[in-house]
């Protein structure tokens, strides 16, 4: 082996950034890729600060057998080697490359984390970067889906690097043959309903056959493509300046004015963002017209189990882990004792009752301190026709007016709970004091408790009212 070995230098290269001495994960399947992947870095790097990480991914029945030829191939190494087995199995209709990769990422991540790593290693090369160019194009991907894999990115807060894309699938088989390196054949790389795998059978050869330079291409591409996603994620961001809201929420007048492409490069990037998966061309489409062409005051859009609902100018993504959604009930009745406490939870209504010491006039519900000691505590849905005083000397108003002039969701006013005390109504939350009949209070000159209602959570939809008021 000498100094100008490609895929020595390919990693030494990857790695002249990162501090001399720090730990790296390498992610090893007992294949030629990662194989070679860890010898190289065997070579230039300590081994004492080297994890050989495995994934048993309990989908075949050779998987005990890889994990024991990885562990074997750490230990001659002189490298530390962790195994982590995956428990779980892919849902029904679930694709199972996805399932994988998912899962083998997310084991990476606890890896790094486990050890302090620096870095994540992968072996991912030219051939699958052009293959993830077809696999894109086979789907109909938009630029983040085209541009494929990056050299230097991060997931999950931890940095991922791919020394090997420059370099093919071949000259990796090659390096594995020159220095009698033992490696295995995944069966899963040979099965033809997995769409890499026939990509891989089948059209690589035949595209590289009339195209002999069409690896180093693809990956040009693919390069350029991310460029380009880059500039669009750019563009994306001026034009959300002014259209980001508290609580992730979008205002959609900002984007009005903006020409089709535009809105949607916006809301695509901002689904991104919130965490929701990306939609094709023609539900982005859909949605768009709901936002932007609909003469309704209020839409809901479902995508992938994401639920994203305007109300008047206002857009919220809610994820399938959201339990705050339109289409789900809003919670029952609750009943608590205060006994002194600074905070109580709700936890069914995901809020929580700050009480104490009376703050400036207006900024809570005041009640009589003997009455708050011995009675209990209630939280219901309000009714619509209930009066409701915004400020102490405002004029009462129904509190289906004040849902109309403050512009909070239908689907969200429901959990806009009444405040009860001993039976007797203290007030909306973030609406305002319930307006009394004469002779009836529920506050006591000098001797009131101040109780607040807050969200739990900091990304509430309901945290512009509640705390607009409170």
């Avoid at 010898?39 to 890889?66: I, R, S, T």
Wanted: glycine share 8%; charged share 20%.
């Amino acid at each position: 082996m000498t100094p100008q070995d490609p895929v020595v230098q390919a990693v030494r290269d990857a790695l002249a950034a990162l501090p001399s001495g720090a730990t790296l994960v390498v992610a090893t399947s007992g294949g030629a890729d990662s194989t070679a992947l860890l010898h190289a870095c065997a070579q230039v790097w300590p081994h004492e600060q080297l994890v050989a990480c495995h994934v048993h991914h309990g989908l075949q029945p050779a998987a005990d057998a890889f994990a024991e030829h990885c562990a074997a191939a750490a230990r001659q190494l002189g490298v530390r080697n962790d195994l982590r087995r995956l428990t779980g199995r892919p849902a029904r209709g679930e694709s199972v490359e996805a399932w994988a990769r998912d899962h083998r990422y997310r084991s990476l991540v606890a890896c790094a984390n486990q050890f302090g790593a620096a870095a994540v290693l992968t072996a991912h090369h030219a051939d699958d970067q052009a293959e993830t160019l077809l696999i894109g194009l086979a789907r109909g991907s938009g630029p983040d889906g085209l541009s494929g894999m990056q050299p230097d990115t991060h997931r999950e807060g931890v940095r991922l690097i791919r020394p090997l894309l420059p370099l093919s699938r071949a000259s990796l088989a090659d390096y594995c043959a020159r220095h009698a390196l033992g490696v295995i054949q995944d069966p899963m790389n040979d099965d033809p309903t997995l769409l890499r795998s026939a990509l891989r059978a089948r059209v690589m050869p035949a595209l590289v056959e009339v195209a002999p330079a069409f690896v180093a291409n693809a990956a040009r591409s693919a390069s350029l493509i991310a460029e380009a996603a880059e500039l669009a994620d750019e563009l994306a961001q001026i034009d959300l300046v002014s259209a980001r809201h508290a609580g992730g929420r979008l205002m959609a007048s900002a984007l009005a004015g903006l020409p089709r492409a535009r809105q949607a490069n916006a809301v695509r990037h901002w689904l991104r963002r919130c965490g929701a998966p990306v939609p094709s061309q023609a539900r982005l489409s859909a949605l768009l017209d709901q936002v932007f062409a609909s003469q309704s005051p209020h839409a809901l859009w479902l995508h992938a189990g994401w639920c994203v609902v305007r109300y008047r100018d206002r857009l919220q993504a809610l994820s399938p882990e959201a339990w705050l959604r339109p289409d789900r009930p809003s919670p029952d009745r609750w009943s608590g004792q205060w006994a002194g406490q600074s905070m109580l939870d709700v936890q069914q209504w995901g809020l929580q009752l700050s009480i104490g010491s009376v703050p400036a006039a207006g900024s809570a519900f005041l009640v009589d301190r003997a009455l708050l000691e011995q009675a209990p505590i209630e939280l219901r849905a309000a009714s619509a026709r209930l009066r409701v005083r915004p400020a102490p000397r405002a004029r009462s108003r129904e509190v289906r007016k004040r849902w109309q002039e403050l512009g909070v969701p239908p689907w969200l006013r429901s959990w806009l709970p009444e405040l009860l005390v001993g039976g007797m109504s203290v007030g909306v939350a973030g609406l305002g004091e319930v307006d009394l009949p004469v002779g009836q209070s529920v506050g006591k000159a000098g001797s009131n408790v101040a109780i607040s209602v807050r969200v739990a959570a900091v990304e509430d939809p309901r945290s512009d009212w509640l705390l607009s008021y409170n």
